[in-house]
């Protein structure tokens, strides 16, 4: 059993950036095979943004490990703060959620989640079940347990702190609201970002003040986005969701550079150290083509989220569109209202949004200005420019998107 136990605890640790501690994990997998107890494996998610997308796999990927040990996972919806929102207004993040909100982002989870995890280990659970009844003493009792001394030994806090500028008690509650989750829950592990150690380790203080067992502290790497430099994140664009169609998937892959290539292979398909040193070597000798080992990280990305059919068809797709410098075989049909039209003719932010290549007229006036929209391969540099409609028009948008005018 030792060496199974030791086998484990290499096999969950491999990636981690933060493991508090190595030992508490083996005695807590030793306790757990021989009472025959599943540990509990807690993994907090934000109300307010249910789309998933590659950065959330990364820590997906290693709930998915401790299921495959056999072992339960929390995934602990904060509906409570998210329905709290932030009232010191410094957070664009945390805005209140109402009740239909949230629901509706915990069905979006659900059906995105178990993409990676398996529905018959994962448990899904809501903080407002403990929250809403406390009453006012038991939130002052609780408070009772953490010191302002350490809550400022967190980064941000004290360089606010330190610069004067203003932290509203507010902010104290919610790193204690998540702690207090895992004295609910019983965690005996928490897995997230390296964003989130503080509360994680704030969650093992408070365990112990309720007489529990600290739970284990496990963060894993962020990624980066498309962009290369920002963490993956929908606000700024540099995302790949986990639901979007093949061949986007595959574009946008495609599209990040070959040193952070290398970062995806290990988080998101979680290669095998060695079998990503022969792929860097083959690269470096020139043994194989960046491009073609993109190609390989973006077909294994999208059959894990689709099929292996359609990670071949978005391969052909992606080369016949950008290697050959060809329009896609596939590309939607769209027809325009006449009310939308004035002589013939229409504004090209508005055939932008209607045609589905941008989702605001901010975003079309800033994909026209970027240089980034053709209409027959002709490039637009004027957001105010007015588009004569014709059967068989080509319009672009970015590197992926198209659409034909239909006869």
């Keep these: 059993m030792k060496k199974h136990i030791s086998e484990s605890v290499t096999r969950l640790a491999t990636r981690a950036v933060d493991l508090v501690s190595p030992q508490e994990l083996t005695a807590k997998l030793e306790s757990s095979a021989k009472e025959g107890r599943p ?12 789309d998933i997308h590659l950065g959330h796999v990364v820590c997906f990927n290693k709930l998915r ?8 996972v929390i995934f602990l919806i904060g509906d409570f703060t998210g329905m709290i929102g932030d009232p010191s207004g410094r957070s664009q993040t945390r805005k209140p959620l109402t009740r ?22 994962t448990e899904i659970r809501f903080n407002s079940e403990w929250c809403f009844p406390m009453k006012f003493d038991d939130v002052v009792r609780l408070t009772g347990h953490v010191t302002i001394a ?45 964003d989130q150690v503080f509360n994680f380790l704030l969650g093992r203080e408070l365990q112990k003040a309720f007489g529990q067992e ?37 574009g946008k892959v495609m599209s990040v550079s070959d040193e952070l290539m290398w970062k995806y292979f290990a988080l998101v398909l979680c290669m095998p150290e060695e079998e990503l040193e ?3 070597k083959a690269v470096e000798s020139g043994h194989r083509h960046p491009r073609d080992v993109k190609d390989e990280l973006a077909r294994r990305i999208v059959a894990r989220f689709h099929d292996d059919a359609s990670a071949q068809k978005a391969s052909a797709e992606f080369a016949h569109v950008f290697s ?72 672009k948008a970015g590197k992926r998107k198209f659409a034909k005018i239909a006869p």
């Design 39 to 50: 540990l509990r494996v807690k993994y907090g998610a934000d109300p307010s943004a249910p």
């Design 65 to 72: 490990e401790f299921q495959d040990l056999g072992h339960t």
């Design 100 to 121: 239909e909100q949230v629901e509706s982002n915990a069905q979006t989870y659900k059906e995105q989640v178990f993409k990676i995890l398996d529905p018959a280990r």
């Design 150 to 194: 350490q809550m400022l030994a967190r980064d941000d806090f004290a360089k606010r702190y330190a610069s004067q500028s203003p932290i509203s008690l507010v902010e104290f509650l919610y790193p204690l609201i998540q702690a207090y989750d895992s004295v609910m829950l019983q965690a005996d592990v928490e897995v997230g970002g390296t």
């Design 214 to 250: 600290p739970q284990v502290v496990m963060t894993l790497p962020i990624i980066e986005g498309l962009d290369g430099v920002q963490k993956m994140s929908k606000s700024l664009g540099n995302y790949v969701g986990v639901t979007e169609p093949a061949k986007e998937i595959f």
């Design 278 to 280: 022969m792929l860097q």
């Design 324 to 395: 050959e410098r060809q329009t896609p075989t596939d590309m939607p049909e769209i027809s325009i209202p006449s009310e939308l039209l004035d002589g013939g003719s229409i504004g090209i932010g508005r055939l932008l949004v209607h045609a589905g290549l941008a989702g605001s007229n901010n975003e079309a006036r800033r994909l026209v200005q970027q240089g980034g929209v053709r209409v027959d391969d002709e490039k637009l540099t004027d957001p105010q420019a007015r588009i004569a409609i014709r059967s068989g028009m080509i319009i």
